[in-house]
């Protein structure tokens, strides 16, 4: 089992930036893929970004692509969400996800199966 502890959310205005950190405790070696998560009202949860453990893949959503960057420190067992140009559509709930990859699958996102409880993003304009 993986427990997920997010934090950094908050709120910013546009052009502003946060960074959202998701630090992993647990069976992390069982998990080799970390995927950011958000959810905003009304609207079902997407996947934005998503890393191979060690950093072979990358991922992001092409709403996020030039602003967001996903990283790793895996001597702390943390995965980081810069986002960078913050605009007032990024506003939602950003969760961190972890899951078992084969073969590099990092967007099959319905295979993510351990989740944090999430960091509000708030962007005003």
């Known amino acids: 089992h993986v427990q997920l502890v997010e934090s950094g959310g908050g709120s910013v205005q546009a052009g502003g930036s946060l960074r959202l950190s998701c630090v992993a405790s647990?069976?992390?070696?069982?998990?080799?893929?970390m995927g950011w998560f958000r959810e905003a009202p009304g609207q079902e949860r997407e996947g934005v970004a998503a890393?191979?453990?060690?950093?072979?893949?990358?991922y992001y959503h092409r709403s996020v692509a030039g602003r967001f960057t996903i990283s790793q420190d895996l001597a702390k067992n943390t995965v980081y969400l810069q986002m960078d140009s913050l605009i007032p559509e990024d506003t939602a709930m950003y969760y961190c996800?972890?899951?078992?990859?084969?073969?590099?699958?990092?967007?099959?996102?319905?295979?993510?199966?351990?989740w944090g409880q999430g960091t509000q993003v708030t962007v005003s304009s």
């Open positions: 890393i191979t453990l060690g950093g072979q893949s990358k």
């Open positions: 647990g069976d992390t070696h069982s998990s080799n893929c």
């Open positions: 996800a972890a899951k078992t990859c084969v073969f590099g699958d990092i967007t099959t996102w319905a295979d993510y199966n351990y």
